[in-house]
């Protein structure tokens, strides 16, 4: 498979719950098929691949945040406070320790 982008000029797209710095990118391999791959950085090696996902791989993934993310927003909009912060949320979730 190769990248289409150079892995020393990536920067993180987010940044999750266990503090670490997150990028997604389509691979391409030999036979033309794309995917997405989602990628921890690990700064001064390569990153570590978290998943890769074909087209339906992505759209249930996208169904599944859609649904979380109406589900918190419905939550908030009813008075239930579930934002956290940073420090609460390296309480609950830990630091990323790889």
């Known amino acids: 498979m190769t990248y289409q982008e150079d892995a020393d000029a990536l920067e993180p ?49 996208k169904d599944v945040l859609d649904e979380y993310l109406k589900t918190i927003y419905s939550k908030e909009l009813a008075g239930l406070n579930t934002t956290l912060s940073p420090k609460d949320m390296l309480e609950l979730f830990g630091e990323d320790v790889n």
Do not use: C
Not at 36 to 60: C, T, W, Y
């Open 13 to 61: 797209q987010f940044i999750d719950v266990q503090r670490r710095e997150i990028i997604a990118r389509t691979v391409s391999a030999e036979e033309g098929v794309e995917t997405l791959s989602i990628e921890k950085l690990v700064r001064g090696s390569e990153p570590k691949r978290i998943m890769l996902l074909n087209k339906f791989d992505a759209q249930q993934l």
